[in-house]
């Protein structure tokens, strides 16, 4: 079982940066892929960044990003706090939504069904 809390969410005007945490309990953190998803109101949840599960002492992680956030947002893990960040910089209105850590035991996916636990989320507004 791995249990997910995000923090670091809040309001923000346009520009601006703030970053998101996702800490997770449990021994297997580093086993597990991680994910980044957010939802706007009547839309569909979405894939925003990922990054692969620890691949040793000499090899980095994989990270992935949609389209959308490339450039602006960099997601990182520090597997000895067993946390999950993103980074948000350059904010734009149209990434105010809630923000959902995810675990997956397997490859990073940007399908939503495919991860296997799930943060409560945390509200990110972006000001015009």
């Known amino acids: 079982q791995v249990h997910l809390v995000e923090s670091g969410g809040g309001l923000v005007q346009a520009g601006g940066s703030l970053r998101l945490s996702c800490a997770a309990s449990?021994?297997?953190?580093?086993?597990?892929?991680m994910g980044w998803f957010r939802q706007a109101p009547g839309k569909e949840r979405e894939f925003v960044a990922g990054?692969?599960?620890?691949?040793?002492?000499?090899?980095?992680?994989?990270?992935y990003y949609a389209d959308s956030v490339k450039g602006r947002f960099t997601i990182s893990r520090d597997n000895a706090k067993n946390t999950v960040y993103l980074q948000m910089n350059s904010l734009k209105p149209e990434d105010t939504a809630v923000y959902y850590c995810?675990?997956?035991?397997?490859?990073?996916?940007?399908?939503?069904?495919?991860?296997?636990?799930w943060g409560q989320g945390t509200q990110v507004t972006v000001s015009s």
């Open positions: 449990g021994r297997t953190f580093s086993s597990y892929a």
């Open positions: 990054i692969s599960r620890s691949a040793g002492i000499s090899r980095s992680a994989s990270t």
């Open positions: 995810a675990a997956v035991f397997s490859a990073v996916t940007t399908e939503p069904n495919a991860y296997d636990y």
